[in-house]
């Protein structure tokens, strides 16, 4: 079955306590990318990746970190939490790399940061 | 600057009462306009995209149109199964950049029986 996954699904953490959602998918999609959804704000694009080694920032990178190494991974590394990291993530693939096509989403990642 | 803007915020219908859906776009030149619903407590799910005004497409009660300023979204006899959030997003054409993605704040529709 084609799916994007995302674990863990959900998180409690402290400020400052490093921490990583990992998120894979099994299409070979060259496009990998990574949302916070927040009530009010929509859905705003941290970072995104065109192919394997090529990440680059979207709308909200601030206090992000991501890599891809290899194309079916792409997580997402918060070195620092802090409370207004508290969120609902997502992460979605799609074909196409620079020429984004249908994007596929993960279940979602909820966060709350202490 | 960029941007993409739904409209209405919210939407009730009857069911059977048709209606559309806005969503208007300031980008520099654009590569792909995408349109996608989502359920509460689960990731959007791919409904459509468009490239190039005058273009359209449908799927069962949904047809989307684009122009050079705005997409349409309509939704004829709508069920209450079509209840949900409806988000729009815009790949912009540019130099940099090239893969970000902007989405609306999305219009949430409820279709009563």
């Known amino acids: 079955e084609a799916q994007v996954t995302q674990n863990p699904r959900y998180l409690i953490t402290v400020t400052g306590k490093k921490l990583t959602v990992t998120c894979s998918q099994n299409?070979?999609?060259?496009?990998m990318s990574w949302y916070r959804q927040d009530p009010g704000l929509g859905l705003r694009q941290i970072y995104y990746s065109m192919n394997v080694e090529v990440t680059d920032k979207g709308d909200v990178p601030e206090g992000y970190k991501v890599s891809r190494k290899e194309k079916r991974n792409f997580p997402l590394i918060l070195e620092s939490p802090s409370p207004n990291q508290t969120s609902l993530y997502f992460c979605?693939?799609?074909?196409?790399?620079?020429?984004?096509?249908?994007?596929?989403f993960g279940p979602g990642t909820r966060l709350l940061v202490l | 600057e960029d941007q993409v803007t739904q409209s209405p915020e919210a939407l009730r219908l009857q069911e059977g009462e048709s209606s559309s859906l806005n969503c208007s776009y300031t980008?520099?030149?654009?590569?792909?306009l995408f349109w996608y619903r989502q359920d509460p407590g689960k990731g959007p799910e791919f409904l459509f995209t468009?490239?190039?005004a005058g273009e359209e497409k449908e799927k069962e009660r949904l047809k989307a149109t684009l122009t050079k300023k705005e997409s349409f979204l309509h939704i004829t006899a709508p069920k209450p199964e079509d209840s949900a959030t409806y988000l729009c997003a815009v790949q912009a054409r540019g130099s940099s950049n090239t893969g970000k993605l902007i989405f609306g704040q999305g219009t949430t529709l409820q279709v009563k029986p």
């Open positions: 299409m070979n999609h060259e496009y």
């Open positions: 979605a693939s799609s074909s196409g790399g620079a020429f984004v096509r249908a994007q596929y």
């Open positions: 468009l490239y190039s």
């Open positions: 980008v520099s030149g654009l590569r792909g």
